[in-house]
Antibody, heavy 116, light 107 residues
Framework: QVQLKESGPGLVQPSETLSLTCTVSGFSLTSYSVSWVRQPSGKGPEWMGRMWYDGDTAYNSALKSRLSISRDTSKNQVFLKMNSLQTDDTGTYYC??????????WGQGTLVTVSS | DIQMTQSPASLSASLEEIVTITCQASQDIGNWLSWYQQKPGKSPQLLIYGATSLADGVPSRFSGSRSGTQYSLKISRLQVEDIGIYYCLQAYSAPYTFGAGTKLELK
């Protein structure tokens, strides 16, 4: 069955770089796109960007200067890197599979806290 | 960026009541609108995609509709398990944008 799981450090220092991994199973990254979505506590979700099935990427313009998404298809992994983290980057980060029904499959999310 | 104006921000309703949540898009997004339910500590769950199509496993009391650039989610007979926060999402053009959410509570 389709599964996605986020992993990464729970705590990041201000001004440092966040690195997250989304490990998928039950589908191929060359057939489906994967997006990253984040959600500050008590607020609505924000779409961050996407790794297309063909290897291309798309980013939210509000984050584009700080964000990079890549993948390793042999390991079934999609990576997120975001630099210059600030306290308002604190929240839960999700990866989600994009299909004809949009975001039908989500990871459990990983909480990232930006604090010294 | 396309703005999604969702209303109401919160809603209190009784069991078996009909509930309607709306999202107004700032421009034409066709049928690229989906609805999600989120419960505390959980990932969002897809309810409706393509503005009107019911996602797999979602009870038939949920339905979606469209009138121009206004989209609605209707719960025909509210159940206890429907309590949560609901979000719309436009996927017509990047960046995809979510509505601010509607918190649905039991009266």
């Amino acid at each position: 069955q389709v599964q996605l799981k986020e992993s990464g450090p729970g705590l990041v220092q201000p001004s440092e770089t966040l690195s997250l991994t989304c490990t998928v199973s039950g589908f191929s990254l060359t057939s489906y796109s994967v997006s990253w979505v984040r959600q500050p506590s008590g607020k609505g979700p924000e779409w961050m960007g996407r790794m297309w099935y063909d290897g291309d990427t798309a980013y939210n313009s509000a984050l584009k200067s700080r964000l990079s998404i890549s993948r390793d298809t042999s390991k079934n992994q999609v990576f997120l890197k975001m630099n210059s983290l600030q306290t308002d980057d604190t929240g839960t980060y999700y990866c989600t599979r994009e299909g004809h029904a949009l975001f039908a499959y989500w990871g459990q999310g990983t909480l990232v806290t930006v604090s010294s | 960026d396309i703005q999604m104006t969702q209303s109401p921000a919160s809603l209190s309703a009784s069991l078996e009541e009909i509930v309607t949540i709306t999202c107004q898009a700032s421009q034409d997004i066709g049928n690229w609108l989906s609805w999600y339910q989120q419960k505390p500590g959980k990932s969002p769950q897809l309810l409706i995609y393509g503005a009107t199509s019911l996602a797999d496993g979602v009870p038939s009391r949920f339905s979606g509709s469209r009138s121009g650039t206004q989209y609605s989610l209707k719960i025909s007979r509210l159940q206890v398990e429907d309590i949560g926060i609901y979000y719309c999402l436009q996927a017509y053009s990047a960046p995809y944008t979510f509505g601010a959410g509607t918190k649905l509570e039991l009266k």
